[in-house]
């Protein structure tokens, strides 16, 4: 096959479109979209349009789809659209593999060409003029993904399998030497799932119900997402992980199952299975993994739409689960080992604040009249001793009491303050001497 057939000549417009070469049977089916170009975080994108309605079509809602001849005038009489694609559906027998940068400028194959040659159906030169796209009649085995990248000289090259949950556009550039209309490619199909994703022994054994039910049940719920993309859609794709590890799927499952996902729910930008990987690892450290099973609620876990909603818990369940506190210096203000910061602007009297806490520590008094020292606790700053030792009476006694801060020392059985030293001029854990 050669893509410098005249049947594929690229058009210049609605004029040269070749509308006759695009195959009858998927002309019979309403599942018809138009679609434009538009760039998107700096790359072109393919956004499918309602050819009823002119808005964003989905590829799961058939609302937003329309027979052959609806799309085709649409697309005729609107200048803001680049041309018309097919939705494939799990409801039809369709497939479709979509070879991207296989094609020279002149229309000879860099690379693919065995593969497009291994299928005997209707395939025709993308928008572009760089891919293929081959539409076939098959169902995608059940191991396969649906992209693998690296392919060609340049390694940019890359394969897509769809059989539902995503549109193709269509060219009617049909590759000389293809048939006219869509043939079953079955045996074709899976031969290529098969060299694109090898099965070891291991993965052909039939897995446990349970785990096809947690693939399942995982993708079910990932297609009930109500989660707005921000820019590149990382936060959907982080909060999809999290499902996949609610469900206890591997890692192989999880990039399945999230691409599955992103062919019917697109994300703003692609991601690879690396960077599906990795946020996998960042999910398992805010998720229990297997905390869906056996769940029917859908906000039972946190991190299933991240409701914040506040649980009503029991006492005695908070009381089990809040820390054991270091004892108190101040009650309520500071406890053993602890820093307390005090911040304001300057001269609003700061530096006054500080010292008559040190002060009531080492005295043993109530500070500001409301806060009870549990304990008289050595004040260890030098500058504040003397500082205190001046702000003193001359018949306060001051006591800085030696007092042992680890974690593991108890408070007094009385909150009553020790006494001060009674004997003056000592200079420690005695009084500081009054000048």
Not at 16 to 23: A, F, H, L, R
Not at 45 to 74: C, I, M, Q, Y
Not at 193 to 213: E, F, K, R, V
Not at 224 to 236: A, E, I, P, Q, Y
Request: proline share 6%; charged share 25%; with cysteine.
């Amino acid at each position: 096959m050669h893509a410098t057939d005249p049947d594929t000549t690229e058009s210049a417009g609605i004029a040269e479109y070749p509308v006759q070469n695009i195959p009858p049977s998927l002309r019979s089916v309403p599942q018809w979209v138009c679609w434009r170009s538009v760039n998107r975080d700096g790359r072109p994108t393919k956004e499918p349009v309602d050819p009823h309605s002119g808005r964003l079509a989905k590829t799961n809602d058939s609302s937003t789809w329309s027979d052959f001849e609806t799309a085709w005038n649409r697309f005729e009489s609107s200048h803001g659209l680049s041309g018309i694609g097919f939705v494939f559906t799990a409801d039809d027998s369709f497939a479709g593999v979509d070879i991207d940068d296989c094609l020279d400028e002149a229309g000879d194959n860099i690379w693919g060409g065995d593969i497009i040659s291994s299928f005997d159906t209707y395939v025709e030169v993308s928008p572009s003029g760089t891919g293929v796209k081959v539409f076939l009649e098959g169902v995608k085995p059940s191991f396969a993904q649906c992209r693998k990248d690296g392919f060609g000289p340049l390694m940019i090259g890359k394969v897509e399998v769809y059989d539902k949950g995503r549109f193709f556009t269509v060219t009617g550039r049909k590759l000389s030497g293809s048939p006219a209309d869509v043939q079953d490619c079955q045996g074709s199909l899976e031969d290529l799932c098969g060299q694109l994703w090898p099965q070891t022994h291991s993965d052909t054994i039939a897995q446990p119900s349970s785990s096809n039910t947690a693939f399942d049940d995982c993708l079910a719920s990932l297609l009930r997402l109500k989660v707005n993309d921000h820019s590149d859609g990382s936060h959907r794709l982080f909060v999809s992980c999290c499902r996949c590890v609610e469900h206890d799927l591997s890692d192989d499952d999880s990039i399945r199952c999230i691409q599955q996902y992103a062919a019917a729910r697109p994300f703003p930008k692609e991601w690879t299975d690396t960077q599906i990987a990795k946020r996998l690892r960042d999910a398992e450290k805010t998720c229990k993994r297997g905390e869906a099973s056996g769940s029917e609620n859908e906000n039972d876990s946190r991190s299933r739409e991240f409701d914040f909603t506040p649980q009503i818990k029991p006492v005695g369940e908070l009381l089990n689960e809040f820390p054991v506190l270091r004892n108190p210096i101040i009650d309520g203000l500071l406890r053993v080992g602890e820093t307390m910061n005090v911040i304001a602007s300057p001269k609003l009297g700061k530096s006054w604040l500080v010292l008559d806490l040190a002060m009531a520590v080492a005295t043993g008094r109530n500070w500001l009249d409301t806060y009870l020292p549990w304990l008289a606790a050595r004040v260890q700053d030098e500058t504040l001793k003397l500082a205190i030792g001046r702000a003193s009476r001359s018949e306060t006694e001051v006591a800085f009491l030696d007092y042992d801060w680890s974690l593991n020392s108890q408070a007094p059985a009385s909150s009553a303050p020790p006494k001060a030293a009674s004997k003056k001029g000592e200079f420690g854990s005695g009084s500081i001497p009054n000048e």
